[in-house]
């Protein structure tokens, strides 16, 4: 599995309303997208810098993995996101190396993509998302 370039950076915060307008105001970004994943309890709202995506995630209930995230840790830097192809051949490679898989299959995400995490205990700590966008 080869990532063909850094899909986005996720970010997680505690209102999103108010870290759109700091993106917006401080950097001269314009939000481009805000849109709600109901199965991973989360708010996104994108931003493009350059080739890359900034990803601002609200969690939407107490139980979603961001608001875990932001309790233990605070607002920050929560996951990097890989563009690769062959989603699916590529989690079962991780696998197959030992790494933990937090989705041993992929699921839509945010922009239609398809999505798999990688456990940040098997990835130097770093929680690592793959993505693949399918063609119809």
């Not at 490679?93 to 999505?115: C, F, Q, T, V």
């Not at 929680?127 to 063609?135: A, M, Q, V, Y």
């Amino acid at each position: 599995m080869k990532p063909s370039h850094i899909e986005h950076i996720g970010i997680a915060v505690s209102d999103l309303g108010r870290s759109v307008e700091l993106y917006e105001k401080v950097f001269g970004l314009k939000c481009y997208n805000i849109e709600e994943v109901t199965d991973q309890k989360v708010r996104t709202a994108f931003f493009m810098v350059g080739q890359t995506k900034i990803e601002l995630l609200e969690a939407t209930s107490p139980e979603s993995p961001v608001a875990k995230f932001i309790e233990k840790k605070g607002e920050g830097i929560h996951h990097i996101a890989f563009a690769v192809t062959g989603l699916e051949d590529g989690l079962k490679h991780a696998d197959n190396l030992g790494i933990k898989l937090i989705d041993s299959n992929p699921r839509k995400g945010a922009e239609g993509l398809d999505i798999a995490f990688l456990h940040p205990g098997s990835t130097g700590g770093v929680l690592i998302e793959l993505c693949e966008h399918k063609t119809k």
